[in-house]
C-alpha cells in the first residue's frame, strides 16, 4: 500500500500512509484508537476507497472496490466483531459464497462436499468440532477459528486479523497465536491488529506504528519491545500510565460485604467478599469465570438465587438495578454501547438518564438543570465533546466510557462496580480512567474492578480476589501481586 | 422536526390538489365531516404511536373497538347502566385488556405483534358470541344526550371528535417530549437494556404505554360507536389498527422503536382521512380506497428515505469540503471514525 491518503469529514483519517507485507510474514499494526489503523484496513478490505494511493498485490497495481474485490485479490478481513452466521453449521460458514453445487441443471448445494472438505479444513487447523456443529453453539474463539478457516478456504494470501484476541481467555490466545505460525509456515501473510502488545511481542516479524494517520515507524525483528512499541504510540513513556497506587482505604475493611452470594450460570457455588471504603478490588480471572455474573447480581440486573448484603452496616436486599441505584450501588457495565449508554440520546440526556427525577418539577424534565449538569460532569470528567446535546454514538470510546461514568458519579456513588473498564479504549483515556477511578477510591467510594488485562488488574488494585469456574480461589494482597500468583489462581490453582 | 416537515408538505400538496380540483373539498360541511375523522383516527393513533415508541405493536385495537362498541350499547339499552358508569366500564375493559397485553409482553416475554394479534381475533369473536353476531346500535334511546354531544356533537362547529383530539395530543404532547415518563419510553424504545441498567422499570414503561392507548382505544371506540350508531361485531373498527399503525410510520416512527413524535403522528393520521376524503370527491371508485392509501403511503416514505439521504450525503460533501480546507489537527470528537463502531480500531 503506497501512498495511502483518506479523509472524512472533519479529520483526515490517513496521511499518505505506507505499508509493506512480505510473503509468509506477521505485521503487526498498532497504534491507539483513531490512529488510523482500522481505516487503512478497511480500504486494503475493500470496505472503503482511498482519495489516494495505490494498491499492488504481488507487484500488480490492483483497484479494491468492494469485499468481494478484496477476496478476489487473495485479501480476507477477519473483522473484530465476529461475522459468522451463528444460526448456520461451520461448513455452511466456511462454504458461504461459494457453495459448491451438484451436477445437473437443478444445482443445488452439495452438502456432503461442503461437511467432507470443511472437515478436512478444520482437521489441518487442529480443531477438534465437526463442520455439522451449528456455530451458535461454539465458543467465542471457535467461532473466531470458523472465520480463519473461511478465509483459508477462500484462498485467502493475506489475513487481515483486526482484534482477534479481544474476547479470547489465554489459553485460547495461545491456541491462535500457534495457528497464526502455522498459516504463516503455509506461506499466507498476516497483518494483525492488537492492542496486547505481549502478542504482538511474540508472533510479529516486523511492526508498523501508525500515529494520527501517520506512518511513526516500522519495528524490525531485533527492535521489537514493548516500552518502545508504546513510546511510538503514544509518544511518552509507559511509567506515565498507571497512576501510582497509593492505598486510599481509610474506612472499615468490611464497608461492603456479600456474603453467600449465588447466581444462575454457578449455582453450585457461592461467592463471599469485603470491600472496604476506598479501595479498589480487582476482581480477577479467566474469561467465564462468574465474574460479570457476580457484577450483575450485585446490581440486580440478574437475580441472584441467594445473596446476603451488608452496606456500611446495614443488611441491603436488592431486586433490581433500581434498588441497587437506590443503595448507591452503580455498574458501568462491559459492553457500553448495548447496558451502557443509549447512544441515540445526547450527552446530557445519558449523563441525566438514571437520576432524571433529580431534574424534573411535577414529573417534567427541567432541561436547562440537565445541560447544566451535563456541561459541569463534561469539565469535571474532561469528556471530549462538541457540546452536551451531541449523540453520544459520535463520540470515541474513551469519551463515551467517561459518559457512563459521568452517569453514575451526577449521583453519590458509595459502591462502583467497573467490568471491563477500559475494554477497546486507547491508552490516553485509559489513563485518565484509572486517575478518575483512583480518585474515587479517595473519596471514600468501594470500587470493584473486573478486568482481564493482567497489566491493568495488577495496576489499579489494593487487593485482588481471584475467580475461577464460579469459585473464589484465592485473594491476594498487595506484597503478593505477580502475574503468575493471579494466572495460578484463575486456572484453578490453590492459594 | 425534519422528519413532520415533509410529510406536512405532502398533506398540504395533496390539500391544495384536491381543492382546485374539486373546491367541494372546502365547503364546510366537508370539513367538518373530515375533522370528526381525523378526531376519531387521530385519538388512537397517538396511543398506537406511544405503544409503537416502545419497539412493540397494537392489532388489536379495531376488534377491541367493536367488543366496547358492542358492550357500551348492551350496557345502555340492555342493562340499564348509567351513562357515566358505562363509559368508565368501556375505559375499565379496554385498559384492563391492555394491561393484560403488557403483562404477557414484558413479564412473560412474548412478542407483541402474537399477543395483540390473539387479541384481534379473540375480541372480534367474543363480541360477536355476546351479541349472537347481531348489530347492536343506540337508535333513538333516549337520556343520552349529553354524551352524544360530548361524544360526537359540535361546539362552535367544531366537531367534538376534532377538540377530544387536540386536548389529548396536548396532554399526550406534553407527556412524551416533557415528561420524565417521555424520556424513560424513548430510553426503553431505543435500547432496553440500557434503560434498565439506568435503573429504569423498563417493564412497567412499556406496560403503562399499552395501557393509555387502551385508554385512548376506548375515547376513540365510544366515539365511533356514537357515530355510526349501530355496531355490527362482525365489521366494526375492521384493520383500524392499520390506520393507527400508518399514521404512526407516517408521521415518523419508527417500528424498531425509539422514535416518534406526537406532531408526526398527528399529520400522518390527518393525511391519511384526507386520501379517503379525496377518493370520495374525485370520483375515484371507492373500492379502490385501499389501493389509492397503499400507494400515497409508499410513496411518502420514498420520498421521504430519498429526502434523507440526499441530506445526508449533502452533509458529508460539505464537510469534506471544510476539512480539504482546514488540514489542522484532528478534532478529537470525530477522530474516532476509524473504528467505526466506536470500538477499539
Not at chain 1, 473461511?150 to 491462535?176: F, H, K, V, Y
Not at chain 1, 502478542?199 to 525483528?221: C, H, M, Q, S
Not at chain 1, 424534565?365 to 454514538?393: H, Q, Y
Not at chain 2, 417493564?203 to 365510544?222: K, N
Request: charged share 20%.
Amino acid at each position: 500500500m503506497k501512498g495511502i491518503g483518506k479523509r472524512f469529514p472533519g479529520v483526515v483519517a490517513l496521511d499518505n500512509v505506507n505499508l509493506e507485507v512480505y510473503r509468509a510474514e506477521v505485521v503487526a499494526l498498532i497504534g491507539e484508537n483513531g490512529a488510523g489503523k482500522s481505516t487503512l484496513m478497511k480500504i486494503l478490505g475493500g470496505v472503503i476507497e482511498p482519495d489516494s494511493g495505490s494498491l499492488s498485490v504481488a507487484g500488480n497495481e490492483v483497484k479494491i472496490r468492494s469485499p468481494r474485490e478484496a477476496s478476489e485479490s487473495g485479501i480476507e478481513f477477519i473483522h473484530q466483531e465476529l461475522s459468522v452466521l451463528d444460526n448456520m453449521d461451520v461448513g455452511a460458514n466456511i462454504f458461504l459464497r461459494r457453495e459448491p453445487t451438484t451436477a445437473g441443471w437443478l444445482k443445488l448445494v452439495d452438502r456432503k462436499r461442503i461437511y467432507a472438505e470443511a472437515d478436512a479444513l478444520l482437521q489441518r487447523l487442529g480443531l477438534n468440532f465437526s463442520s455439522r456443529t451449528i456455530v451458535a453453539k461454539l465458543s467465542i474463539a471457535q467461532q473466531q477459528l470458523v472465520e480463519i478457516a473461511r478465509s483459508i478456504n477462500a484462498g485467502a494470501r493475506i489475513i487481515i486479523m483486526d482484534e482477534p484476541s479481544s474476547s479470547l481467555t489465554l489459553t485460547e490466545t495461545q491456541r491462535l497465536l500457534e495457528i497464526v505460525g502455522d498459516l504463516k509456515a503455509q506461506g499466507v501473510s498476516i497483518i494483525y491488529i492488537s492492542h496486547r502488545l505481549d502478542e504482538v511481542e511474540k508472533i510479529a516479524d516486523r511492526v508498523v506504528v501508525l500515529r494520527d494517520g501517520r506512518n511513526v515507524g516500522t519495528l524490525e525483528p531485533r527492535e521489537i519491545a514493548r516500552e518502545r512499541m508504546v513510546r511510538m504510540m503514544v509518544g511518552r513513556d509507559l511509567k506515565d500510565f498507571f497512576v501510582a497506587a497509593e492505598r486510599t482505604c481509610n474506612g472499615e475493611s468490611d464497608w461492603f460485604t456479600v456474603r453467600n452470594l449465588r447466581t444462575r450460570r454457578y449455582p453450585q457455588h457461592s461467592v463471599s467478599f469485603s470491600v472496604a471504603q476506598g479501595e479498589i478490588m480487582g476482581l480477577a480471572g479467566l474469561v467465564g469465570a462468574g465474574r460479570s455474573e457476580v457484577a450483575q447480581a450485585i446490581f440486580g440486573v440478574e437475580q441472584a438465587l441467594e445473596s446476603d448484603m451488608i452496606l456500611g452496616g446495614k443488611q441491603i436486599s436488592i431486586g433490581s438495578p433500581g434498588s441497587a441505584i437506590a443503595q448507591g450501588i452503580y455498574l458501568v457495565p462491559e459492553d457500553r454501547r448495548s447496558s451502557g449508554l443509549v447512544v441515540d440520546f445526547s450527552v446530557s440526556e445519558n449523563i441525566s438518564l438514571p437520576g432524571l427525577k433529580r431534574y424534573a418539577t411535577i414529573g417534567l424534565v427541567n432541561s436547562g438543570k440537565e445541560n447544566a449538569k451535563g456541561e459541569e460532569m463534561c469539565r469535571a470528567l474532561n469528556i471530549g465533546t462538541p457540546s452536551v446535546t451531541t449523540r453520544v454514538a459520535n463520540l470515541s470510546g474513551g469519551n463515551q466510557q467517561k459518559v457512563v461514568l459521568a452517569k453514575w458519579l451526577a449521583l453519590s456513588p458509595r459502591v462502583l462496580i467497573f467490568d471491563e473498564p477500559t475494554r477497546g479504549i486507547d491508552v490516553g483515556a485509559k489513563a485518565e480512567i484509572y486517575a478518575l477511578m483512583r480518585k474515587l477510591a479517595a473519596q471514600g467510594v468501594s470500587i470493584i474492578a473486573i478486568s482481564s488485562e493482567m497489566e491493568e488488574v495488577l495496576g489499579i488494585s489494593d487487593r485482588i480476589t481471584v475467580m475461577h469456574e464460579g469459585k473464589i480461589t484465592g485473594i491476594l494482597e498487595r506484597p503478593q501481586f505477580s502475574e503468575e500468583a493471579v494466572m495460578h489462581l484463575a486456572t484453578g490453582g490453590r492459594a | 422536526m425534519k422528519k413532520e416537515l415533509g410529510i406536512l408538505i405532502l398533506l398540504v400538496v395533496l390539500c391544495v390538489i384536491v381543492s382546485i380540483i374539486n373546491p367541494n373539498f372546502l365547503q364546510p360541511i366537508n370539513l367538518q365531516n373530515l375533522a370528526r375523522q381525523i378526531g376519531a383516527f387521530g385519538i388512537f393513533s397517538i396511543g398506537l404511536g406511544l405503544v409503537i415508541i416502545t419497539g412493540g405493536i397494537d392489532l388489536s385495537v379495531g376488534s377491541m373497538m367493536a367488543l366496547l362498541g358492542v358492550l357500551l350499547s348492551m350496557m345502555l339499552t340492555q342493562w340499564g347502566v348509567n351513562p357515566l358508569l358505562a363509559i368508565a366500564g368501556c375505559a375499565a375493559v379496554a385498559m384492563g385488556l391492555s394491561l393484560l397485553h403488557g403483562v404477557l409482553i414484558t413479564r412473560m416475554n412474548m412478542q407483541p405483534f402474537i399477543v395483540t394479534l390473539c387479541g384481534l381475533l379473540f375480541y372480534r369473536g367474543l363480541a360477536r358470541f355476546i351479541t349472537n353476531d347481531e348489530t347492536k346500535g343506540f337508535g333513538s334511546f333516549g337520556g343520552l344526550g349529553s354524551l352524544r354531544f360530548v361524544a360526537n356533537g359540535n361546539l362552535f362547529g367544531v366537531p367534538m371528535p376534532f377538540i377530544l383530539l387536540i386536548v389529548i395530543s396536548l396532554i399526550t404532547w406534553v407527556l412524551l417530549h416533557w415528561s420524565v415518563y417521555g424520556r424513560y419510553l424513548f430510553a426503553t424504545g431505543r435500547n432496553a437494556e440500557a434503560a434498565r441498567y439506568a435503573g429504569i422499570n423498563t417493564r412497567r414503561v412499556i406496560t403503562v404505554a399499552y395501557v393509555i392507548s387502551g385508554a385512548l382505544t376506548a375515547v376513540s371506540g365510544i366515539i365511533f360507536a356514537f357515530y355510526t350508531n349501530s355496531v355490527s361485531p362482525a365489521n366494526h373498527g375492521n384493520a383500524y389498527e392499520l390506520y393507527g399503525i400508518a399514521a404512526a410510520v407516517l408521521g415518523g416512527c419508527s417500528l424498531r422503536g425509539g422514535e416518534g413524535s406526537v406532531v408526526g403522528i398527528l399529520i400522518g393520521a390527518a393525511l391519511l382521512q384526507v386520501l379517503r376524503n379525496l377518493v370520495n370527491l374525485l370520483g375515484i371508485p371507492s373500492s379502490l380506497d385501499f389501493a389509492v392509501m397503499g400507494a400515497v403511503i409508499l410513496i411518502g416514505v420514498m420520498a421521504d428515505q430519498f429526502l434523507t439521504e440526499r441530506r445526508n450525503r449533502r452533509r458529508v460533501l460539505v464537510m469534506r469540503e471544510l476539512a480539504r480546507a482546514d488540514l489542522g489537527p484532528a478534532n478529537p470528537i470525530v477522530a474516532d471514525h476509524s473504528g467505526g463502531t466506536g470500538q477499539a480500531s
